[in-house]
């Protein structure tokens, strides 16, 4: 079980399906780039990504503004309408913050260096679901990503005690609330069930005893920190998981990490995310085995699974649904373009059912089947067309301060302004240039265009049926130009084919 692929069966089918799993998909050269190498060689270039270098900067408002607690104190004491046009304008700071952040994270997933690092981010964020919407801290949500983004391939334990302490977490799930006379069983509950163990894998008094073992925790305001209040503590004896001791949250962490079940349940969930929904129970028992034998570090496990012969199996290949960030970034980076203005990409996202820093709930995403329900799959459609074809706003459009009222009221009034943003100039789109993808195309036979079309954007061949559809199209075209071009971009990026990974 996990055999290691060979060298002999490493080919550019095996490198795209590589490059898809553990990031956002790849360009031709990339693809060939990673073909010519080995699988071990291909696998450490991926899964090592601290050897590459990141320019990468954060966003210049991703700073500690130790006047911002005071600003909302001080805000208590205005009253009126003055009250409320301080409300505003912070309201429309923090919603300008949050899109841009949008926008950062989404071009570190298109375009840049580190695509297993972003993969792992996003993971995280589906598992340690934190909306936004309760934060309302543009600053703690980037905090957040930077710990997902640092510690997401380093020990278990590690990143597990940074996010249970993290600013944005203890906010969301209320463990800054926590005291020693009134603990809160919420935070507790979360963590075993939605980090750590999965829901039935503990007892009612194992919650009550960790609640009160978290007691202490709380957050620094002024600093936008983690701080530990003794005072808040609950100093007394706990009994948890059979193990009695004057427990603190740190000391219930480790022991829920050294449940056998910890290994086997955060194994599974990222075996899920990276390679099929399909888990035996045997197979299960040897990726939690292999887990603890590397100390419960998740890089060199990464590299067990994306080495092995099951990662790259028939079933498993070409047969998981693209999320809609998937959707977005891969499409991107196959049609060697920029990401879409800030106002597009963030409509398509909402609209496709992953508006990021927000999750639908604690659990995250749905995910799978989820993902191409009749609606998403229609503005799939809709967005392939303004990626290859071009947008062209035809209003008059404003700064991009307008943004700000993306994620304020009512789904009604925010379909309403998200219309008349993508009819603004802020959503304007050049088309995609066919020259960069398919150079020569005059002395090329419609045949080996398809057959390039394929290979850039499925790495494999179509559907007999629908490829025949679509090689009848070029076929009616025999002087191709870009529009007609652009056009079998478009109808191969609306097959099923396309949707999957």
Not at 215 to 220: E, F, I, R
Not at 237 to 256: C, M, P, Q, S, V
Not at 418 to 435: A, G, K, T
Request: aromatic content about 10%; hydrophobic content about 35%.
């Amino acid at each position: 079980m996990l055999e290691h692929v060979q060298n002999s069966d490493w080919n550019q089918e095996k490198a795209a399906h590589l490059l898809n799993r553990a990031g956002f998909g790849a360009t031709q050269e990339e693809i060939e780039r990673f073909a010519a190498m080995r699988p071990r060689e291909a696998v450490d270039t991926i899964v090592d990504f601290e050897k590459i270098p990141d320019p990468t900067t954060h966003p210049e408002w991703a700073v500690l503004d130790p006047n911002q607690h005071n600003e909302y104190k001080a805000m208590r004491l205005f009253s009126g309408p003055e009250k409320e046009k301080q409300r505003r304008r912070m309201r429309r700071e923090r919603n300008r913050q949050t899109n841009d952040l949008r926008h950062w994270w989404l071009e570190r997933m298109a375009s840049g260096p580190r695509p297993l690092q972003e993969k792992m981010t996003l993971f995280w964020h589906g598992h340690f679901a934190t909306s936004i919407q309760k934060v309302k801290s543009p600053y703690l949500m980037y905090k957040q990503n930077e710990i997902f983004r640092q510690k997401g391939t380093g020990k278990w334990l590690d990143l597990l005690t940074a996010v249970s302490k993290d600013p944005a977490m203890l906010i969301w799930l209320d463990g800054a609330r926590s005291n020693r006379k009134k603990p809160n069983e919420n935070f507790a509950r979360e963590v075993m069930e939605l980090f750590t163990l999965g829901e039935g894998n503990y007892s009612e008094d194992d919650i009550r005893e960790a609640a009160r073992a978290f007691t202490g925790w709380s957050l620094a305001r002024n600093r936008q920190e983690f701080t530990y209040r003794e005072r808040m503590q609950d100093p007394g004896a706990k009994r948890f998981f059979g193990r009695a001791g004057k427990f603190k949250g740190e000391d219930i962490l480790e022991i829920l990490v050294r449940q056998d079940q910890a290994s086997k349940f955060i194994t599974g969930k990222l075996w899920r995310f990276f390679v099929s929904e399909s888990l035996p129970p045997r197979l299960q028992d040897e990726l939690a085995r292999r887990f603890a034998g590397h100390r419960q570090v998740f890089a060199p496990w990464l590299k067990d699974v994306f080495l092995s012969r099951e990662f790259y199996a028939p079933e498993v290949m070409r047969r998981q649904i693209k999320s809609p960030v998937q959707w977005l970034t891969s499409t991107v980076r196959s049609l060697d373009r920029s990401l879409p203005p800030t106002v597009v990409s963030q409509q398509m996202l909402r609209q496709l059912g992953q508006f990021l820093f927000e999750p639908p709930n604690v659990k995250g995403w749905d995910g799978g089947t989820a993902w191409i329900n009749t609606n998403h799959l229609l503005s799939r459609y809709n967005f392939a067309k303004d990626l290859v074809e071009g947008r062209y706003g035809r209003g008059r459009g404003k700064n991009e301060y307008v943004m700000t009222k993306l994620t304020k009221g009512e789904p009604k009034g925010r379909d309403a302004m998200m219309e008349r943003l993508m009819q603004s100039r802020l959503s304007r789109m050049e088309p995609v240039d066919v020259s960069k993808l398919l150079p020569e195309i005059q002395e090329t036979p419609p045949d080996q265009i398809l057959s390039q079309l394929e290979n850039r954007f499925l790495s494999m061949p179509l559907k007999p049926s629908r490829r025949e559809t679509l090689a009848q199209y070029l076929q009616q075209h025999p002087q191709l130009n870009e529009n007609s071009l652009r056009r079998a971009i478009r109808l191969l990026m609306c097959t099923p084919e396309y949707q999957l990974t």
